[in-house]
């Protein structure tokens, strides 16, 4: 677990633990919900967007990401690593 992870942990355990599943799924759609709502201000309305408002929920959603990725014992720097390494292969073509 890296050390962001290990801050999330932390913190959720001093909460009292984490919830169920679905319960973390619905908090992160949550989450995603009110940074595509940040994002939308920005796209539409030159001008009316926040970006410390923005960062906040992108902050948001990766702590909610982080949360279901510890309650699997998932490391998130490990999955993120995963990925660029399939996007790097499947994508190169696609980006040309």
């Not at 959720?12 to 919830?19: E, T």
């Not at 309305?45 to 992108?58: P, T």
């Not at 490990?78 to 399939?86: M, N």
């Amino acid at each position: 677990m890296n050390e962001l992870q290990k801050e999330v942990d932390a913190l959720v355990k001093d909460f009292g633990g984490y919830w169920k599943p679905f319960e973390m799924l619905a908090a992160l759609l949550e989450e995603l919900g009110e940074f595509s709502d940040e994002l939308l201000k920005f796209e539409r309305v030159k001008g009316e967007g926040n970006i410390e408002k923005l960062e906040e929920e992108l902050g948001d959603v990766l702590f909610a990401l982080m949360c279901i990725a510890n309650y699997y014992d998932l490391n998130v720097e490990e999955a993120a690593r995963k990925s660029i390494l399939k996007y790097r292969e499947r994508d190169r073509e696609r980006w040309k």
